[in-house]
Protein backbone atom coordinates (compact mmCIF):
# COMPACT_ATOMS: atom_id res chain seq x y z
CA UNK A 1 0.00 0.00 0.00
CA UNK A 2 3.22 2.14 0.68
CA UNK A 3 4.46 2.92 -2.53
CA UNK A 4 8.18 4.59 -2.87
CA UNK A 5 10.18 5.93 -5.94
CA UNK A 6 13.95 6.88 -6.23
CA UNK A 7 15.64 9.57 -8.78
CA UNK A 8 18.25 11.19 -8.84
CA UNK A 9 21.13 8.76 -9.45
CA UNK A 10 23.38 9.24 -12.65
CA UNK A 11 26.75 9.47 -13.24
CA UNK A 12 29.11 11.31 -11.30
CA UNK A 13 33.29 11.77 -10.93
CA UNK A 14 35.03 10.62 -7.92
CA UNK A 15 35.11 13.70 -5.23
CA UNK A 16 31.69 15.55 -7.24
CA UNK A 17 27.99 15.14 -5.56
CA UNK A 18 24.86 14.11 -6.04
CA UNK A 19 21.58 14.13 -4.27
CA UNK A 20 18.98 11.12 -4.28
CA UNK A 21 14.93 11.43 -3.55
CA UNK A 22 12.72 9.32 -2.70
CA UNK A 23 9.13 10.54 -3.55
CA UNK A 24 6.57 8.27 -0.71
CA UNK A 25 2.95 7.26 -0.50
CA UNK A 26 0.87 7.03 2.63
CA UNK A 27 -1.36 8.55 4.70
CA UNK A 28 1.34 8.57 7.67
CA UNK A 29 4.75 9.22 6.11
CA UNK A 30 5.12 11.42 9.00
CA UNK A 31 5.44 8.38 11.08
CA UNK A 32 7.27 6.38 8.96
CA UNK A 33 11.09 5.47 9.67
CA UNK A 34 13.27 5.96 6.68
CA UNK A 35 16.48 4.58 5.14
CA UNK A 36 18.77 4.19 2.54
CA UNK A 37 20.33 0.87 1.69
CA UNK A 38 22.87 0.20 -1.40
CA UNK A 39 23.96 -3.16 -3.13
CA UNK A 40 27.21 -2.56 -4.78
CA UNK A 41 28.99 -5.10 -7.53
CA UNK A 42 28.84 -8.41 -5.92
CA UNK A 43 28.41 -7.07 -2.36
CA UNK A 44 25.38 -7.51 -0.10
CA UNK A 45 23.07 -5.21 0.60
CA UNK A 46 24.33 -3.17 2.90
CA UNK A 47 22.75 -0.24 5.42
CA UNK A 48 23.79 3.76 4.58
CA UNK A 49 21.50 6.07 6.36
CA UNK A 50 18.33 6.56 7.95
CA UNK A 51 16.16 9.15 9.37
CA UNK A 52 13.17 8.51 12.34
CA UNK A 53 9.70 9.93 12.70
CA UNK A 54 11.74 12.52 15.17
CA UNK A 55 14.58 13.23 12.51
CA UNK A 56 16.89 11.55 14.67
CA UNK A 57 19.79 10.41 12.24
CA UNK A 58 21.69 7.40 11.33
CA UNK A 59 24.54 6.60 9.40
CA UNK A 60 27.39 3.64 8.24
CA UNK A 61 30.91 4.24 8.86
CA UNK A 62 31.79 4.17 5.62
CA UNK A 63 29.20 7.06 5.10
CA UNK A 64 29.37 9.10 7.63
CA UNK A 65 30.80 12.33 7.63
CA UNK A 66 29.83 12.47 3.58
CA UNK A 67 26.31 12.08 2.90
CA UNK A 68 23.20 13.75 4.83
CA UNK A 69 19.79 11.87 5.22
CA UNK A 70 17.35 14.65 5.59
CA UNK A 71 12.52 14.43 5.27
CA UNK A 72 10.15 16.73 4.04
CA UNK A 73 6.92 14.93 5.53
CA UNK A 74 4.76 17.91 3.78
CA UNK A 75 5.88 16.66 0.24
CA UNK A 76 5.90 13.31 1.42
CA UNK A 77 9.86 12.57 0.60
CA UNK A 78 13.03 11.83 1.81
CA UNK A 79 16.93 13.02 0.35
CA UNK A 80 19.99 11.55 0.75
CA UNK A 81 23.20 14.16 -0.12
CA UNK A 82 25.98 12.38 -1.11
CA UNK A 83 29.08 14.64 -1.15
CA UNK A 84 32.45 13.66 -1.77
CA UNK A 85 31.69 10.42 -3.98
CA UNK A 86 34.44 7.98 -4.07
CA UNK A 87 34.69 4.86 -6.67
CA UNK A 88 33.39 2.43 -3.66
CA UNK A 89 30.12 4.20 -3.62
CA UNK A 90 29.27 3.26 -6.76
CA UNK A 91 25.76 1.03 -6.28
CA UNK A 92 22.33 0.70 -6.50
CA UNK A 93 20.26 2.74 -3.71
CA UNK A 94 17.32 1.68 -2.50
CA UNK A 95 14.94 3.71 -0.67
CA UNK A 96 13.23 1.79 2.18
CA UNK A 97 10.07 2.64 4.50
CA UNK A 98 9.23 0.81 8.06
CA UNK A 99 5.52 1.92 8.51
CA UNK A 100 5.89 -0.35 11.98
CA UNK A 101 7.86 1.26 13.93
CA UNK A 102 6.50 3.89 15.73
CA UNK A 103 3.36 1.87 16.37
CA UNK A 104 5.84 -1.00 17.47
CA UNK A 105 7.79 0.79 20.02
CA UNK A 106 11.03 -0.62 18.51
CA UNK A 107 13.46 0.76 15.87
CA UNK A 108 16.65 -0.88 13.84
CA UNK A 109 17.49 1.51 11.58
CA UNK A 110 20.14 -0.11 10.08
CA UNK A 111 18.26 -3.93 9.76
CA UNK A 112 17.06 -4.21 6.27
CA UNK A 113 14.81 -6.61 7.50
CA UNK A 114 12.48 -3.81 9.70
CA UNK A 115 11.82 -2.39 6.39
CA UNK A 116 8.72 -3.54 4.90
CA UNK A 117 8.35 -1.44 1.88
CA UNK A 118 11.27 -0.86 -0.87
CA UNK A 119 11.84 1.45 -3.91
CA UNK A 120 12.89 0.10 -7.04
CA UNK A 121 16.76 1.33 -6.67
CA UNK A 122 18.85 4.09 -8.66
CA UNK A 123 21.62 3.70 -9.80
CA UNK A 124 24.36 5.74 -8.53
CA UNK A 125 28.04 5.35 -10.99
CA UNK A 126 31.39 7.09 -9.31
CA UNK A 127 34.05 6.76 -12.01
CA UNK A 128 37.89 7.68 -11.01
Known amino acids: QVQLVESGGGLVQAGGSLRLSCAAS????????MGWFRQGPGKEREFAAA???????YYADSVKGRFTISRDNAKNTIYLQMNSLRPEDTAVYYC??????????????????????WGQGTQVTVSS
Open 96 to 117: AADSRAYYGGRYSPSLDARYDY
Open 26 to 33: GRTFSRFA
Open 51 to 57: ISWTDTT
